[in-house]
Nanobody, 125 residues
């Protein structure tokens, strides 16, 4: 599957952005999907994940209550709605797909098989 992420940009603290990740080349509904981010000089960090049907989600603590992950299997797209953005949210955001069949969502990037190219989110103070 090929993934293309977009929707990043420059926003002031307290603002909102919605990231999108469009999948092609395979049956989108067969994959758990996730968003990761990597800030300058820092390691890649798990942000959120969503199961195949969309009923199961998981968030890093810093994203809970501010970010919402969702998916539209008919449109082969996963979204990350980000509200109340903070300067610490500044990073390149990547979408990823996990083709394995699991009962739980994974947080390690090493468990994901396919990655998008990343989209830059910059939050100014």
């Amino acid at each position: 599957v090929q993934l293309q992420a977009f929707g990043g940009g420059l926003v002031q603290a307290g603002g909102s952005l919605r990231l999108s990740c469009v999948a092609s080349g395979s049956t989108f509904s067969r994959y758990d999907m996730a968003w990761f981010r990597q800030a300058p000089g820092k390691e890649r960090e798990f942000v959120a994940a969503i199961g195949r049907s969309g009923s199961l989600t998981d968030y890093v603590d810093s994203a809970k209550g501010r970010f919402t992950i969702s998916r539209d299997n008919a449109e082969n797209t996963v979204y990350l709605q980000m509200n109340s953005l903070k300067p610490d949210d500044t990073a390149v955001y990547y979408c990823a797909a996990d083709r394995s069949s699991n009962l739980w969502l994974r947080r390690s990037g090493y468990e994901y098989d396919y990655w998008g190219q990343g989209t830059l989110v910059t939050v100014s103070s």
